[in-house]
């Protein structure tokens, strides 16, 4: 019962934006997308989320449509480093404490 | 600072052996995760604590699987009598409070093979 979908696999070259998509067609008003990342042999690590506005880190930008039925994860200059499997999730964000329910993720693959 | 760490980072069993699986989080973290993540899937959630409570336990996969958090700080997640679906990567998270949805911060997993 995913809630996002998103590509497999993405490629990207070094110092380009990778721009990842994310589907989330049924989310609800008090959902929130938030973006994880994995990198191989290691634990998911969080990098942005969003209710309805673009934000930007340090680490990416995440651009929500008006419509909220979709967003996108923007590295602005991947590295090699930035090669990892990114999960997109929307979940609801209330009082209590909140699972993340991962999907298959994108897996990014940036080459020189 | 430290994060959030795991022991044992690998783990063979052979079918049928307990195992115990260890999580420290990060100092002072109020709320603990487990998660199971299988070969090329994302990671799915098993159970939550708030502090020593265990709060949810919806996820784990059967009577099998059991965790704990005694003093509010580390917590053990024991599988018995180890079945091959069992072959996973175990991973712990924390978050500051119990409070909305925090970030979650992952430890490096355990991964178990069940031979």
């Known amino acids: 019962d995913a809630k996002t979908t998103q590509p497999p696999s993405m490629d990207c070259a070094e110092g380009r934006a990778a721009n990842l998509p994310c589907n989330h067609s049924t989310i609800s008003g008090n959902e929130y997308v938030y973006w994880y990342r994995q990198i191989h042999s290691q634990g998911p690590q969080y990098i942005i989320h969003?209710?309805?506005n673009n934000e930007t880190n340090e680490m990416a930008s995440l651009i929500i449509t008006e419509d909220r039925k979709s967003s996108t994860l923007i590295l602005p200059h991947a590295t090699l480093r930035d090669t990892a499997v990114y999960y997109c999730i929307v979940t609801f964000r209330g009082s209590g404490y909140s699972t993340l329910t991962f999907g298959k993720g994108t897996m990014l693959l940036v080459s020189p | 600072g430290a994060g959030v760490s795991q022991s044992p980072r690998y783990k063979v069993a052979k079918r049928g052996q307990d195992v115990a699986l260890r999580c420290d989080p990060i100092?002072?973290?109020?709320?603990l995760f487990w998660y199971q993540q299988a070969l090329g899937q994302g990671p799915e959630f098993l159970t939550y604590f708030q502090n020593e409570a265990q709060l949810d336990k919806s996820g784990l996969p059967s009577d099998r699987f059991f965790a704990e958090r005694p003093e509010g700080s580390v917590s053990t997640l024991k599988i018995q009598r180890t079945q091959q679906e069992d072959s996973a990567v175990y991973l712990c998270a924390s978050t500051q409070s119990g409070a909305g949805l925090e970030t979650q911060y992952f430890g490096p997993g355990t991964r178990l093979l069940v031979l």
């Open positions: 969003g209710l309805k």
């Open positions: 100092s002072g973290h109020v709320s």
